[in-house]
């Protein structure tokens, strides 16, 4: 109960990999929803400053009133958000990165490949020749004649 000793983690490094993905959707997914409830709240917001408080009524770029534009302008900013966060990283995430990273991968080892058996074919190794003998080492100096050579 109090050892000093720690038990391995359990979880390997796959399965922590998942975990740490699917957190880090789980938080983007997040942030989206409240990005979504502050627009909802800012554009209330706009909206009653100026059509019911007054403020700068008059004020009317391109003929439209002014919480006309920021309210336009930040749903396109929601809308890539949503974009990236629900469309991109679905299409584009650990999945699709993966097969990306195996494909390249693959072509590398091809492309290897291609270069090892071109450098084979080019400068192709020196082959035996069966014909050769080696030279048997069971014949000895004799005391007589040490300047005799051995294979002779």
């Known amino acids: 109960m109090f050892s000093k000793k720690k038990s391995p983690s359990k979880i390997d490094y796959e399965q922590r990999e998942l975990y740490e993905n699917a957190r880090k959707r789980a938080k ?5 929803f409240q990005h ?8 209330v917001f706009l909206i009653v400053l100026n059509v019911i408080i007054g403020y700068q009524e008059d004020f009317k770029p ?3 009133n002014w919480f006309v534009w920021a309210v336009l302008l930040w749903t396109l900013i929601f809308l890539v958000h949503f ?4 469309i991109v990283n679905s ?3 650990k999945d699709w990165e993966a097969k990306q990273v195996d494909k390249l991968v693959k072509k590398q080892k091809e492309k290897i490949a291609q270069l090892q058996e071109k450098v084979e074919r080019d400068f192709p190794l020196p082959r ?3 014909d050769i003998r080696p030279i048997s080492t069971d014949k000895k100096i004799s005391p007589e004649n040490p300047d005799k050579p051995i294979n002779s």
Request: avoid cysteine; proline fraction near 0%; hydrophobic fraction near 55%.
């Open 128 to 130: 035996e020749n069966k």
């Open 62 to 64: 391109l003929g439209y």
């Open 91 to 93: 299409l584009m995430g």
């Open 36 to 43: 979504f409830v502050i627009f909802l709240i800012g554009a």
């Open 83 to 86: 974009f990236n966060v629900l």
């Open 28 to 32: 983007q997914k997040k942030r989206l």
